[in-house]
């Protein structure tokens, strides 16, 4: 299991401390890090028990010819089976600013 500890960031990356993000049970993982050439403007799911996965928007957005399950193989190798994942966009109803993860924690 991981923890998710978000806090809200504005459009410049700035930290919103009054956010109140706290902990939520997803993550999202933009794939230009994996992915450099292909993975422009396209993310993956992380859920707390370290597994990856596609909402079906993030599906959607996917090039064709691209298996999902084969993305998530190249992300899997690339984050250690997501033991080296630090930050990454929350996943959540309650903010309404964007998220990035302060920390990652196996619990």
């Known amino acids: ?4 500890v978000c806090q809200g960031s504005d459009k410049n990356g700035n930290p ?9 049970s997803s993550a999202i993982i933009d794939l230009s890090i994996p992915l ?8 993956v799911s992380l859920n ?3 597994s990856f996965y596609f909402t079906p928007d993030q599906e959607k957005a996917l090039s064709k010819g691209k298996l999902p399950s084969e993305i998530i ?3 899997n190798q690339w ?29």
């Open 48 to 50: 707390k028990s370290g």
């Open 16 to 24: 919103i401390t009054t956010s109140g993000c706290g902990e939520v």
């Open 79 to 107: 984050s250690g089976n997501a033991k080296f994942l630090a930050y990454g966009a929350c996943q959540t109803k309650d903010c309404k600013h964007d998220v990035m993860i302060i920390s990652v924690k196996e619990s």
């Open 73 to 75: 193989e190249v992300v």
């Open 36 to 43: 450099p050439k292909w993975g422009e403007g396209k993310s």
């Open 1 to 4: 299991m991981f923890r998710f």
